[in-house]
């Protein structure tokens, strides 16, 4: 099946430990996305990629690094430099050009502090 | 900065109801306008796309416009069904291919 999957489901990160989500798209899609939830707030964009080895920061960047090796793969990692980390993350795709195709969302990942 | 937001915050309808949820943004130099579903610890579904040339587009039982001197836009739900009680979003892509999120609308129908 076609799609994007997000792993783990849950995970917890121990103070002062980096930790990584992963997100793999098998939709040939060119542009990925990282999204924070936060309860009461809308989804803020942490990063973006348009293309392989090419990524621009969203506007929550801070504590925060992703890496585009691969057009199917786009993982984050949470460093220690990020204080509040405790969040739903959701990461997406698109076709190509944002903005004139629709986002595809995978399972989201959630991730909390011991 | 352009700023999205969705009244009310949460609806409770009976099954069978037509029901409208309401987005409204700050700028309305808009790209497009997306609905999404949200259900609980789950990831979004896009529901309808809305261009910015666009005044309406319609899937099923959803009808989605958009009015974007007024910058506003209504997700109408005809004929609510249980499965219907999810949170719906909207985002506003803007010109500058920005893309903002509204806090949703926790929707739920009763059987």
């Known amino acids: 099946d076609g799609g994007i999957t997000q792993s783990p489901k849950y995970l917890f990160r121990k103070e002062g430990q980096n930790v990584t989500l992963s997100c793999e798209q098998n939709l040939n899609h060119d542009a990925m996305y990282w999204y924070r939830q936060d309860p009461g707030q809308g989804l803020r964009l942490i990063y973006y990629?348009?293309?392989?080895?090419?990524?621009q920061k969203g506007d929550i960047a801070e504590g925060y690094s992703v890496s585009r090796e691969k057009k199917e793969s786009f993982p984050l990692t949470v460093t220690s430099a990020q204080k509040n980390p405790t969040a739903f993350y959701l990461c997406?795709?698109?076709?190509?050009?944002?903005?004139?195709?629709?986002?595809?969302f995978g399972p989201g990942t959630r991730l909390l502090v011991l | 900065k352009q700023e999205v937001t969705q009244i009310p915050a949460a609806l409770s309808v009976p099954e069978g109801e037509n029901l409208v949820l309401n987005c409204s943004f700050t700028?309305?130099?808009?790209?497009?306008l997306q609905w999404f579903r949200q259900d609980p610890g789950k990831g979004l579904t896009s529901l309808l796309l809305?261009?910015?040339?666009?005044r309406e587009q319609t899937s099923g039982r959803l009808n989605a416009s958009l009015d974007k001197s007024s910058g506003r836009s209504t997700l109408y739900i005809a004929a609510s069904q249980p499965g219907d009680s999810a949170t719906y979003l909207c985002?506003?892509?803007?010109?500058?291919?920005?893309?903002?999120f509204g806090t949703g609308t926790s929707l739920t129908v009763i059987p």
């Open positions: 700028d309305s130099a808009i790209y497009n």
């Open positions: 985002a506003v892509i803007d010109t500058g291919n920005q893309f903002y």
């Open positions: 997406a795709s698109s076709i190509g050009v944002w903005g004139q195709e629709t986002q595809y």
């Open positions: 809305i261009q910015s040339s666009q």
């Open positions: 990629s348009q293309i392989v080895n090419d990524f």
